[in-house]
């Protein structure tokens, strides 16, 4: 059963990340504020992934803050556009950077746990 304060938990961590990633999208805004977002939120989740999952810690960096920081789905329209545009050695290095960043950081969240 889900508790009022996890659910305050994911609202609170939800509104925090949610202007964190506003203002990346401001500056340094583009690739690079999506790619930093990203790169964020996996640390962040790598390290609530060790705490108990019913933890309102867990709850509210977790699925909050990393869930509403992350934006995979701008990265994607970011790739799209890459694609149409032609500009596939920039698309290359900003997929690779991005999966290959995201779980690197996550493996440091965990570690620095």
Known sequence: MISTLAIICVAIGGALGGIVRWLLKKYPGGYLGTFIANMAACALLGWAST?????????????????????????????????????????????LASVMGGMGLMLVGIHLS
């Open 51 to 95: 705490k108990p999952t019913s933890s309102f810690l867990f709850v509210t960096l977790g699925t909050g803050i990393a869930g509403a920081l992350s934006t995979w789905s701008t990265l994607a329209a970011e790739l799209g556009q890459l694609w149409q545009h032609r500009k596939y050695p920039h698309l290359a290095v900003h997929l």
